[in-house]
Nanobody, 124 residues
């Protein structure tokens, strides 16, 4: 069964750090680009960060550059999102996503495997 399962969300204060994790199963993880998206209430799901098959190949949305770090462990089939200096506007449900690796992308419609999401609330 193809599956992505996120964990690590919660309630934190502005300026705090939080680490999200996503465990993949049911597909050949190494051949997939991985990404994190987020969706705040009343807003569209937006790109946060992506990592290619090569863990050194990463992309970030401008507002999280320098604060968030995406990483992957191909042996453990996991992808993580380390979030530092959190702000109120980072509050959202965070989704892990996967697509076959061609070109690392920030386009939501190119990702065809999605997790159920984990909520992050940042109080200011």
């Amino acid at each position: 069964q193809v599956q992505l399962v996120e964990s690590g969300g919660g309630l934190v204060q502005a300026g705090d750090s939080l680490s999200l994790s996503c465990a993949a199963s049911g597909f050949t993880f190494f051949y997939y680009d991985m990404a994190w998206f987020r969706q705040a209430p009343g807003k569209e799901r937006e790109f946060v960060a992506a990592v290619g098959r090569n863990p050194a190949r990463t992309m970030y949305e401008d507002s999280v550059k320098g604060r968030f770090t995406i990483s992957r462990d191909n042996a453990k089939k996991t992808v993580a999102l380390q979030m530092n200096s959190l702000r109120g506007e980072d509050s959202a449900v965070y989704y892990c996503a996967a697509k076959r690796a061609i070109l690392t992308s920030n386009l939501r419609d190119e990702y065809n495997i999605w997790g159920q999401g984990t909520p992050v609330t940042v109080s200011s």
